[in-house]
Every structure is written in structure tokens, then in C-alpha cells.
């Protein structure tokens, strides 16, 4: 489990194939990788992946061809930086809210309007996920909590302020960039409730 509040800004190292379907990612991080050892959960842009190995700040990880399918970890090359947090304590803070590491959908960057002190940025929602988001309530974007300014049928934006443009990847994410996407894991627990309620089920 996870706050959705980025540590550290890591960088991708390298990714190599390890068969037909998965590949071992390595991830240069020094501070999350201070105390990680063998199968503590790292974030990474969201994605809850599992520490197979730690040298000198760089830790290697295992993804396979699911999760490269269904995030945006497999458009990432050697020299990307990526979002990175470890996961939460019992006793830390809840800066942000709960975040699973399961990514929901990839989303896009579909404009992103300066002000003054911060800056609009609107996503496009995958299909189906648009009745988890609320104006107002949170979603998770490349693994940092937001909180949902204005939602549409089939998008969302966000106000990020100078902090979050300066040290997570969202600040240098272009128009057409993709985006993994985390809704609130509650909205769904909803949902099924409710349709268990009614005998229809979830959707």
C-alpha cells in the first residue's frame, strides 16, 4: 500500500527481456533504495513492482507481460525518470490517500494550461473508468495523489502546484504523453457493494 506521495524522482537504467513476455527493469533511486531489500514493493510511476535485487542504488525488478500491457512502464527507455515511493509505513503520515499500486488504465495528456502559480493539466479517461472519478475526490497519475478538479465524460484535470511540476515526472509530461491511472479504490468497493445490494453485481 501506498500515499501516492513521490519520494524521489529515479531514472530507468535499463530493461532487458527475459523471455517471451516479461522483462527485468532496473532503477536507479538512491533514497528508496537505502533500506529496500529483497521483495520490499517499490512504486514505481504507480506501479507496485518487487525489489529482486539492490547495488548501489539501483534496484532491479521483475515486470511481466501483464503489467506491461496494461500500464505505461513499456514505452519507458533508458534515461526516463520515473516516480518513485516505498511503501507505507503503519505508523506514517497519510499525505495523500490509499493507493494499491494497481494500475486501473492508461490515461493521456491532452492540454496542459499555465498560470501564475500552477497549471491545468487535462487527462483523457479510458473507457469504463470515468463513473470512479469525481470532482473533488482523488486519482492517482504516474503514482502521485491528485486531487480531481473538473471531470468530463471521458476526462479529468488537475491543478499542480510548483512542488509537484518540479519534483515529479508530471511537470515534463507532453501533450500525447501516456499516463498510468489509479482511481480510488473505495469507488469500487462501492460499486460492488451497491450492486450485491440490488442482485446485479458488479459491473
Known amino acids: 500500500m501506498f500515499t501516492g506521495i513521490v519520494e524521489e524522482l529515479g531514472e530507468?537504467?535499463?530493461s532487458t527481456e527475459t523471455g517471451d513476455d516479461s522483462a527485468l527493469v532496473a532503477i536507479r533511486?538512491?533514497?528508496?533504495?537505502?533500506?529496500?531489500?529483497?521483495g520490499d514493493s517499490i512504486a514505481v510511476n504507480g506501479v507496485c513492482l518487487t525489489v529482486?535485487?539492490?547495488?548501489?542504488g539501483v534496484f532491479t525488478a521483475d515486470v511481466m507481460g501483464e503489467t506491461l500491457r496494461r500500464t505505461a512502464l513499456g514505452a519507458l527507455r533508458?534515461?526516463?525518470?520515473?516516480?518513485?515511493?516505498?511503501a507505507a509505513a503503519l505508523n506514517s503520515r497519510l499525505g495523500g490517500h490509499l493507493v494499491q499500486?494497481?494500475?486501473?488504465?492508461?490515461?493521456?495528456?491532452?492540454?496542459?494550461e499555465p498560470a501564475a502559480q500552477w497549471e491545468t493539466v487535462r487527462f483523457r479517461l479510458p473507457a469504463g473508468l470515468a463513473r470512479y472519478v469525481v470532482e473533488k475526490g482523488s486519482i492517482t497519475v504516474d503514482g502521485v495523489s491528485l486531487t480531481v478538479a473538473e471531470v468530463?465524460?471521458?476526462?479529468?484535470?488537475?491543478?499542480?502546484?510548483?512542488?509537484?511540476l518540479?519534483?515529479?515526472?508530471?511537470?515534463t509530461k507532453?501533450?500525447?504523453?501516456?499516463?498510468?491511472?489509479?482511481?480510488?479504490?473505495?469507488?469500487k468497493y462501492v460499486e460492488r457493494l451497491l450492486g450485491d445490494r440490488t442482485g446485479g453485481g458488479a459491473r
Do not use: C, Q, Y
Request: hydrophobic fraction near 40%; avoid cysteine; proline fraction near 7%.
Open 12 to 14: 530507468i537504467v535499463r
Open 166 to 171: 518540479k519534483l515529479t515526472v508530471l511537470g
Open 152 to 164: 468530463g465524460d471521458d476526462w479529468f484535470s488537475v491543478g499542480l502546484i510548483p512542488t509537484t
Open 52 to 56: 529482486v535485487d539492490v547495488d548501489g
Open 101 to 112: 499500486g494497481h494500475v486501473d488504465g492508461v490515461g493521456e495528456v491532452v492540454a496542459r
Open 174 to 187: 507532453r501533450v500525447g504523453d501516456p499516463v498510468n491511472l489509479e482511481v480510488d479504490v473505495l469507488a
Open 29 to 38: 533511486g538512491p533514497l528508496v533504495t537505502s533500506d529496500a531489500r529483497h
Open 78 to 86: 533508458p534515461g526516463d525518470p520515473v516516480n518513485l515511493e516505498r
